[in-house]
């Protein structure tokens, strides 16, 4: 039941999260409706032709009821070729509006307008002077951002014509690229300054980055001022008619006029973005010419459809990429994060797990069903921009489980594996040894009672299974013990109860049986050796010397001292001499195993190859008609 209930309750946490990163802000006109605050004055200059400064005023459009502390800001500069044109000319409250509707704050603005059309100087100097009034509006706003809510890092130009030829070389020209004649010329003697240092001292003289361009038929002076450095790393998008007379779509002077400086439309600047990696778009009205929306209205929708998704995509966050925990085990915890941007909400979607706790940018889950399973998690920034969805799988895997059977021999113990699920083995013996093999033999050097201990993994989860088994150690020797009666002996192995056993009698007989009861021959010492295997694997070895004194052989015994068996110790050949009868040599080792076993017919002298034998003692035997010879030899 308490798990249930807190799957219900992380449930109802999504609900309220997934609310929370839903906004269609930006990308429709949300609000109803505008509040518009006119005449604002942002600052004063010096205007062209002019004895007195000129007071400079902007218009404020914002959405009525918008609470939202902190807005990307869009400001208008109206055209009319630095000669015509006010703040208000049409379209631009209805657009200025739209983008207010969108969620924006949006500034139309005036500046300085006016110069020698028979001069070319005089134009530069009159599109040096719109760039510092429009330097100059936007420092007053970004000084007083919190009145306007305002986000000083999101901020856009557009505007018509002249305002964003304007704008263009406001963001791309630096102070240096301008020619010499803004500083004076002989017509207009006056020094304009520097680009920040007219209308106002707001923000320090100091322009904020732009964080994008809408050029409606727009140009620049020459597309080389558009750089890779970071300052000029501004996306642009571009709209303009290929028809266009007044502002060239390619290269050519404006009005077509060849006293003015050449331009570069939006095509060029377009191609010149293209290649050094600035991201842009450029929108051909195909048969249009300048400022084409004034006569097709319908011409300002189709820039909506094209600008606000443009704006939209460099507002958004960047994409988040989830670290986490990929493989977990059932009922395991994982964790998962993205980086935290101060003042956004990150919103969590689980399946197949429940949110045991949410930080906004990381959380931890418990799994509770096997598979795999998705984790999306979606930025929503202080703008109340929403970022892309990021998804994340997670493979939800079943325990392993340990278990393992022993079979002991012994001292010797062979384990055999048969876990489920296991990647990773780790046996603990109980001796303090162990082994990472899914099936190892162990051999203990003590008889006792271990308990052993396997460990086993899968990589992400582990199990532990237990078995106790007992061990002892073999008998270090055998004992012989045998009861006589007449010729025939009968033999017993102490320990008894072995599995196999193995006599030698000393005389060239063997037996496999418990008890052997063997009968001599011979009146003299024999060698009796046995070994036998216990019931827990032990191979032991034991021997004796048995002495026996024939009752009555039947077998007349030729005397041994005929026989002479040389040097002994021996070295490397063993000599035996003289051999009258036919005879059969054989040489045993002290288990009772035949080395050297050869025939021979009545010879003189037989020698016996011992160089490839090992130092040691070893025991021979003769036998033939009427002759059994039984000799101790030492291999030196």
Same mark, same amino acid.
């Given at each position: 039941?308490?798990?249930?209930?807190?799957?219900?309750?992380?449930?109802?946490?999504?609900?309220?999260?997934?609310?929370?990163?839903?906004?269609?802000?930006?990308? #429709?006109?949300?609000?109803?409706?505008?509040?518009?605050?006119?005449?604002?004055?942002?600052?004063?200059?010096?205007?062209?032709?002019?004895?007195?400064?000129?007071?400079?005023?902007?218009?404020?459009?914002?959405?009525?009821?918008?609470?939202?502390?902190?807005?990307?800001?869009?400001?208008?500069?109206?055209?009319?070729?630095?000669?015509?044109?006010?703040?208000?000319?049409?379209?631009?409250?209805?657009?200025? /509006? &739209?983008? !207010?509707?969108?969620?924006?704050?949006?500034?139309?603005?005036?500046?300085? +307008?006016?110069?020698?059309?028979?001069? /070319?100087?005089?134009?530069?100097?009159?599109?040096?002077?719109?760039?510092?009034?429009?330097?100059?509006?936007?420092?007053?706003?970004?000084?007083?951002?919190?009145?306007?809510?305002?986000?000083?890092?999101?901020?856009?130009?557009?505007?018509?014509?002249?305002?964003?030829?304007?704008?263009?070389?406001?963001?791309?020209?630096?102070?240096?690229?301008?020619?010499?004649?803004?500083?004076?010329?002989?017509?207009?003697?006056?020094?304009?300054?520097?680009?920040?240092?007219?209308?106002?001292?707001?923000?320090?003289?100091?322009?904020?980055?732009?964080?994008?361009?809408?050029?409606?038929?727009?140009?620049?002076?020459?597309?080389?001022?558009?750089?890779?450095?970071?300052?000029?790393?501004?996306?642009?998008?571009?709209?303009?008619?290929?028809?266009?007379?007044?502002?060239?779509?390619?290269?050519?002077?404006?009005?077509?006029?060849?006293?003015?400086?050449?331009?570069?439309?939006?095509?060029?600047?377009?191609?010149?973005?293209?290649?050094?990696?600035?991201?842009?778009?450029?929108?051909?009205?195909?048969?249009?010419?300048?400022?084409?929306?004034?006569?097709?209205?319908?011409?300002?929708?189709?820039?909506?459809?094209?600008?606000?998704?443009?704006?939209?995509?460099?507002?958004?966050?960047?994409?988040?990429?989830?670290?986490?925990?990929?493989?977990?085990?059932?009922?395991?915890?994982?964790?998962?994060?993205?980086?935290?941007?101060?003042?956004?909400?990150?919103?969590? *979607?689980?399946?197949?797990? #429940?949110?045991?706790?949410?930080?906004?940018?990381?959380?931890?889950?418990?799994?509770?069903?096997?598979?795999?399973?998705?984790?999306?998690?979606?930025?929503?920034?202080?703008?109340?921009? *929403?970022?892309?969805?990021?998804?994340?799988?997670?493979?939800?895997?079943?325990?392993?489980?340990?278990?393992?059977?022993?079979?002991?021999?012994?001292?010797?113990?062979?384990?055999?594996?048969?876990?489920?699920?296991?990647?990773?083995?780790?046996?603990?013996?109980?001796?303090?040894?162990?082994?990472?093999?899914?099936?190892?033999?162990?051999?203990?050097?003590?008889?006792?009672?271990?308990?052993?201990?396997?460990?086993?993994?899968?990589? &992400?989860?582990?199990?532990?299974?237990?078995?106790?088994?007992?061990?002892?150690?073999?008998?270090?020797?055998?004992?012989?013990?045998?009861?006589?009666?007449?010729?025939?002996? $009968?033999?017993?192995?102490?320990?008894?109860?072995?599995?196999?056993?193995?006599?030698?009698?000393?005389?060239?007989?063997?037996?496999?049986?418990?008890?052997?009861?063997?009968?001599?021959?011979?009146?003299?010492?024999?060698?009796?050796?046995?070994? %036998?295997?216990?019931?827990?694997?032990?191979?032991?070895?034991?021997?004796?010397?048995?002495?026996?004194? #024939?009752?009555?052989?039947?077998?007349?015994?030729? *005397?041994?001292?005929?026989?002479?068996?040389?040097?002994?110790?021996?070295?490397?050949?063993?000599?035996?001499?003289?051999?009258?009868?036919? !005879?059969? +040599?054989?040489?045993?080792?002290? %288990?009772?195993?035949?080395?050297?076993?050869?025939? $021979?017919?009545?010879?003189?002298?037989?020698?016996?190859?011992?160089?490839?034998?090992?130092?040691?003692?070893?025991?021979?035997?003769?036998?033939?008609?009427?002759?059994?010879?039984?000799?101790?030899?030492?291999?030196?």
């Amino acid at each position: 039941m308490k798990k249930w209930l807190l799957i219900l309750s992380t449930a109802m946490l999504y609900i309220s999260a997934s609310a929370q990163c839903t906004s269609n802000r930006y990308t #429709a006109p949300i609000f109803p409706n505008v509040t518009t605050t006119s005449g604002i004055q942002y600052g004063s200059a010096m205007a062209y032709g002019g004895l007195i400064p000129q007071s400079l005023y902007l218009d404020f459009y914002e959405p009525t009821g918008d609470t939202l502390s902190s807005r990307p800001l869009i400001v208008y500069v109206f055209g009319g070729g630095y000669l015509i044109g006010t703040r208000i000319d049409p379209p631009i409250p209805t657009y200025c /509006s &739209y983008l !207010a509707q969108c969620g924006y704050a949006v500034a139309s603005i005036d500046y300085r +307008i006016g110069f020698n059309i028979l001069d /070319s100087q005089s134009a530069e100097r009159a599109v040096y002077r719109g760039v510092q009034d429009l330097r100059g509006a936007v420092r007053f706003l970004c000084q007083r951002f919190p009145q306007y809510r305002i986000d000083t890092t999101a901020i856009f130009l557009t505007g018509s014509s002249a305002g964003c030829i304007s704008g263009l070389h406001s963001t791309f020209i630096e102070q240096s690229d301008w020619p010499a004649c803004i500083h004076g010329t002989f017509l207009e003697p006056a020094d304009l300054g520097c680009m920040d240092c007219d209308d106002n001292t707001d923000n320090n003289k100091r322009m904020p980055q732009i964080k994008g361009i809408i050029s409606h038929w727009g140009a620049i002076f020459d597309t080389t001022y558009i750089r890779t450095t970071t300052k000029d790393n501004v996306p642009t998008i571009c709209l303009q008619g290929d028809q266009d007379p007044i502002v060239p779509y390619n290269v050519g002077p404006p009005f077509g006029v060849p006293i003015f400086p050449d331009m570069y439309g939006s095509l060029p600047i377009h191609l010149r973005m293209n290649d050094i990696g600035i991201k842009n778009e450029l929108h051909t009205f195909v048969g249009y010419a300048h400022e084409p929306w004034l006569l097709a209205p319908q011409l300002i929708d189709t820039c909506y459809v094209y600008e606000i998704p443009f704006l939209y995509s460099i507002l958004k966050p960047k994409p988040l990429v989830v670290t986490g925990d990929s493989t977990v085990c059932l009922n395991y915890i994982g964790h998962y994060s993205v980086p935290n941007t101060p003042g956004s909400n990150y919103c969590w *979607n689980v399946t197949g797990g #429940a949110v045991l706790t949410n930080t906004n940018n990381a959380i931890s889950v418990e799994w509770v069903t096997t598979g795999p399973h998705i984790l999306t998690v979606r930025e929503l920034d202080k703008d109340l921009v *929403n970022g892309d969805l990021d998804t994340f799988v997670v493979h939800v895997i079943s325990h392993p489980v340990a278990a393992f059977g022993d079979s002991v021999l012994h001292t010797q113990a062979i384990f055999s594996d048969s876990s489920i699920g296991a990647t990773s083995w780790a046996y603990n013996f109980g001796d303090n040894t162990g082994s990472a093999l899914p099936s190892p033999t162990h051999g203990y050097h003590s008889q006792g009672t271990f308990t052993v201990r396997l460990i086993v993994s899968n990589g &992400y989860c582990a199990d532990t299974a237990f078995r106790t088994l007992k061990t002892d150690t073999c008998p270090t020797v055998m004992t012989i013990s045998y009861t006589v009666s007449g010729d025939t002996l $009968t033999f017993t192995g102490s320990p008894s109860g072995g599995l196999s056993y193995s006599w030698r009698f000393g005389d060239g007989d063997s037996s496999n049986t418990i008890a052997p009861a063997h009968i001599y021959h011979n009146s003299q010492n024999y060698l009796v050796s046995l070994w %036998t295997t216990t019931p827990n694997g032990c191979r032991v070895y034991g021997s004796a010397i048995v002495p026996f004194k #024939a009752v009555n052989t039947g077998i007349s015994m030729v *005397n041994d001292e005929s026989v002479t068996v040389y040097p002994n110790p021996a070295d490397d050949i063993l000599h035996i001499s003289p051999l009258n009868t036919s !005879a059969d +040599i054989v040489l045993y080792d002290l %288990t009772g195993k035949v080395l050297i076993e050869q025939q $021979t017919e009545p010879v003189s002298d037989v020698s016996l190859d011992f160089s490839r034998l090992s130092s040691g003692i070893y025991l021979l035997k003769i036998s033939g008609d009427n002759l059994n010879i039984n000799r101790k030899i030492i291999k030196r």
